[in-house]
């Protein structure tokens, strides 16, 4: 009888020897799916959905049934500028052709047509043509254009000097309104 417990007791290490080791592995295993199954559902699912995006967008517009988004540009007072001085106008429009190029391929867009100053553009998505058209706003906004441009009068409707003027008025109003809002409420 002792002997048999004993075998019994020995088979029983040689067992807990055996799979104690392959309990533990099975468990960070399950650990490491769940973890990698929760990343994938609240993380990963986008970055993937993000990259795949990215992916199709690297393609021109139109050749699945998704709707595309077109943006047209046209500059305004063309015309005059040409007929006013042709050497600074190609120069003016090489600066806006360059700029609106520059960000056609950050927001996925494509180059449909030009003709003169008017550029066609397609886009996957309207967010990105949104985004190009803001970028590209700011980007000839803020371009340094050719000095005797800034001179002609059709450049600019305002100048800094009235702009600044009308934020001061502005300012006054926001002012005036605030103060009478207080005596009436």
């Known amino acids: 009888m002792t002997c048999t417990v004993q075998q019994q007791q020995q088979d029983n290490k040689k067992l807990a020897q055996i799979l104690g080791p392959l309990v533990a592995v099975l468990g960070v295993t399950l650990i490491a799916l ?3 199954a929760a990343a994938w559902r609240w993380g990963l699912t986008g970055f ?3 990259f795949s995006d990215q992916a199709e967008k690297k393609a021109p517009p139109g050749g699945t049934a998704k709707d595309v988004t077109l943006v047209l540009t046209d500059v305004q007072g063309s015309t005059e500028l040409w007929e006013w001085d042709q050497e600074l106008a190609s120069e003016a429009f090489k600066l806006h052709d360059r700029i609106l190029r520059q960000y056609m391929t950050h927001f996925y867009g ?4 030009t003709e003169g100053d008017a550029f066609l ?3 996957h998505e309207p ?3 949104v985004g190009w058209c803001l970028c590209v706003q700011l980007a000839l906004h803020y371009a340094d254009w050719p000095t005797p441009l800034l001179q002609h009068k059709s450049t600019c409707l305002d100048t ?3 702009l600044e003027q009308k934020r001061r008025q502005r300012h006054e109003r926001w002012q005036n309104q605030q103060s009478m809002g207080q005596y009436m409420g």
Do not use: K, P
Not at 110 to 113: A, I, L, M, N
């Open 127 to 129: 967010f990105d043509a």
């Open 160 to 162: 800094g000097e009235t």
């Open 121 to 123: 553009v397609a886009f």
């Open 48 to 50: 993937v959905q993000r």
């Open 34 to 36: 769940a973890a990698v």
């Open 110 to 113: 494509y180059e449909v047509s």
